[in-house]
């Protein structure tokens, strides 16, 4: 038995399973709490946060996908593992696009899940560099917590992909980072492809952090490579 003291939501109205995944957890030395549904798990959220949350697609209500919507809204960003039982592209495209980090597919093996949960854990808190909480880019301040651009008097909202892409990027500053590596890493997609989503996000936020968008000072394009973070010590 791990006590690594990390606490798990879940969100799940099957009550074998949620026998089945809290017992499971709390061997492992995780500590759990579990919400039958949407609306007791945005009350329990209101005083407490989960270092992660297992989250059913298919639950009485509101569904598990309009659940992991609104959390991103909310700028709640600890990870989420969706649970479904169609074994289908689309609903898992669907659940990655929404904010999940992974997804796991009913009937699953307790070896399995407990790796996916790890592997999450891990990337989460050493690749997004969730310790980076704030940063000072010239006279923008880029609070990473509330989710914030400040310079001068005004304030641009980020959303929880600005954020989790500002954070893999800082914990790899004035280093090159492919396309390819954030497709995989922030977004999750598991194969090459063409879309263009990491450009449209950098442009975006170019013009949140940057005194001028159109002459990138700190998020820089390295033609053929990537992109990089340029903080200067």
Known sequence: MSFNKQTIMIVEDEPSLI??????LEIEGYRTIVAEDAGKALEILKT???DLMI?????PGKSGFELCKELREMK?????LMLTAKDQEADKVTGLNLGADDYITKPFGVKELLARIKAILRRTEN????HISRLHLGDAIL??????VRRNESENVLTTREVELLRYLAARANKPVSRKALLQEVWR???STTTRTVDVHISKLRFKMEPKPEE???LVTLHGVGYMLKITP
């Open 19 to 24: 026998f089945t995944l809290r017992d499971t």
């Open 48 to 50: 407490r946060t989960p």
């Open 55 to 59: 989250l059913d697609v298919m639950l």
């Open 76 to 80: 709640l960003t600890f990870p989420i």
């Open 127 to 130: 690749q997004y560099g969730r």
């Open 143 to 148: 609070d990473l917590d509330n989710a914030v």
């Open 189 to 191: 997609y598991e194969h």
């Open 216 to 218: 990138p000072r700190y």
